[in-house]
């Protein structure tokens, strides 16, 4: 996984919760960098998931919301380090694109990088139907980032996920 996902949410972490919580959740994650990551670099996906359910069990917050609420941080972060974002017209023009037009430009950056799939099911006016694919599981982090794009672009968005499906099944409705 790559290292600006860890580097965002430590930066997320310390702005939510502070400092202290944020070298607690690190000592209690015990992963074997001690919270030392850089954006560029490749890092386990467990240690991700230790670091969240170090903060879940240090803020009893439900590691799903600790996750979504990273997924908008996140999508803040990168719509300000990548800027190409405002291409996008709304949040469902970005949404719609992610498999097309996104994650090719971020394997041109990092060729390694192992990324979700979002197949497009449905798309009308104000809802997309998008399966969402990948052996990690982050799918509130998809969902945090879509309600991010929502906010980005000034959009109230109802994001729901269908786990009962396989592959998982994410609805976005654009609230008018």
């Known amino acids: 996984m790559k290292g600006l996902v860890f580097t965002e ?40 998931v230790a670091l969240v359910v170090a903060l879940s069990n240090e803020t009893l917050i439900d590691v799903n919301t600790l996750i979504e609420s990273y997924g908008e941080h996140l999508f803040k972060r990168l719509a300000s380090l990548y800027p190409n974002i405002a291409q996008f017209k709304s949040s469902f023009d970005i949404i719609s694109h992610v498999d097309n037009l996104i994650h090719p430009e971020v394997k041109k950056l990092y060729p390694d990088a192992d990324l979700p799939e979002f197949v497009l099911i449905e798309q009308t006016k104000n809802k997309i139907v998008l399966q969402y694919k990948s052996n990690k599981g982050l799918h509130q982090l998809a969902k945090g980032l879509m309600i991010g794009a929502g906010l980005f672009y000034k959009e109230k968005l109802t994001v729901t996920i269908d786990e009962q499906n396989t592959p998982i099944t994410i609805e976005v409705i654009r609230d008018e």
């Open 9 to 48: 949410f430590l930066e997320f972490v310390e702005q939510e919760y502070g400092f202290d919580t944020l070298d607690e959740t690190i000592e209690k994650s015990k992963v074997p960098n001690d919270g030392a990551y850089t954006q560029a670099g490749n890092y386990p996906y467990e240690e991700i």
